[in-house]
């Protein structure tokens, strides 16, 4: 048994976390410096698995470093730590940065994603690779794994033939498309989510309009890594757990309702935001791009997903202005 601090306004509390004996398995986490990347990586160790994190840029700790471009360093990799599971986090996910720099992006999204799969392949390894919501153009909702992709931006088409290739090179893969993520962030920049907190905490100084047209599901990490390791589990046991899955929480919120929700967990005013009812400019996004989970339910691999508003506190405490706060909820 561990124990977890788990933290919300005014409350801090231990949590008890149930640890797995060793099982004995591998797994090789792509992408284990970034969001998701952390929580799966952390996920699979709670389970008693040997986790093996690999990073480039912000690579430390025990993480190892790999540049994901480099076939060789890749297969080395693999061949060294024999992993029963490789589960591909790493990619570039910021749409307005895959517009600007896209051959870069499709590098890392589609080349190296074939380049790990046909590893996999060689080396008899499950691979799971994490996709995106934004293969589809959100008219239509909600979208079943076999509803036809149709992205509208650079992102989502990287994503979509970083799928393509997957099962090109690798055809046994799983694909996990998931939608926009938030979780424990190393700034709060780091997730789409989070980064409204600064607008949550310009107060009535400064009114912010933020956009309430464009539905999403924000997703916490921890859920959809607790999938991760539910998926790799049972395709070790069962041959047929392969394909494309969905996993989603069920809370579809704008901007605008992610930003209220967030003043209203610490007890901040939220009328100095303003909710824009039209399509924001700049990059084309998904109107509403609701994933059907049904596939994943009904052989029991998914997990019902925490609230938002339980959740956002733990994420994003450590970013109060008010350090007066934090010491208090210790006492």
């Known amino acids: 048994m561990a124990l977890r601090i788990s933290f919300s306004p005014g409350h801090v509390a231990l949590v ?4 797995v004996a060793p099982s004995g398995g591998v797994v090789l986490v792509t992408g284990a410096s970034g969001l998701l990347g952390r929580a799966v990586l952390a996920e ?67 080349h190296a994603t074939g380049a790990l799969a ?38 989502g088409r990287s994503k979509l033939e970083g799928e393509r290739e997957t099962f090109r090179q690798c055809p046994g893969a799983v694909v996990l498309r998931v939608p926009v993520l938030y979780g424990e962030v190393e700034s709060v920049a780091e997730s789409a989510v989070t980064a409204l907190w600064p607008a949550v905490l310009q107060g009535a100084a400064e009114s912010c309009i933020l956009d309430h047209c464009q539905q999403r599901f924000p997703t916490y990490t921890r859920d959809v890594a607790a999938v991760c390791r539910n998926i790799a589990e049972r395709r070790l046991q069962d041959g047929s757990i392969q394909g494309i899955f969905h996993f989603s929480s069920k809370e579809q919120m704008t901007k605008y309702q992610m930003a209220v929700a967030m003043a209203t967990a610490f007890n901040l005013p939220s009328t100095h935001l303003i909710p824009l009812t039209e399509a924001p400019p700049g990059v084309s996004r998904p109107q509403n791009p609701q994933l059907d989970c049904s596939r994943l339910q009904l052989l029991g691999l998914g997990v019902e997903p925490h609230p938002f508003s339980y959740n956002i506190t733990s994420c994003l405490w450590p970013f109060l202005p008010d350090k007066r706060w934090r010491q208090t909820v210790f006492h």
């Open 44 to 110: 699979f160790q709670r389970g008693g698995w040997r986790a093996v994190g690999l990073a480039y840029r912000r690579a430390r700790g025990p993480l190892l470093r790999c540049d994901l471009l480099d076939e060789e360093a890749v297969r080395s990799l693999v061949l060294l730590h024999k992993p029963d599971v490789i589960v591909h986090c790493a990619a570039e996910r910021r749409p307005d940065v895959v517009e600007r720099h896209t051959e870069a992006a499709v590098n890392l999204n589609v």
């Open 16 to 19: 008890k976390e149930e640890v």
């Open 118 to 155: 046909k590893e996999a392949a060689a080396a008899g390894v499950v691979f799971l690779y994490i996709s995106t919501d934004y293969v589809f153009d959100g008219r239509r909702p909600p979208y079943g794994e076999d509803d036809a992709p149709n992205p509208l931006n650079q992102y």
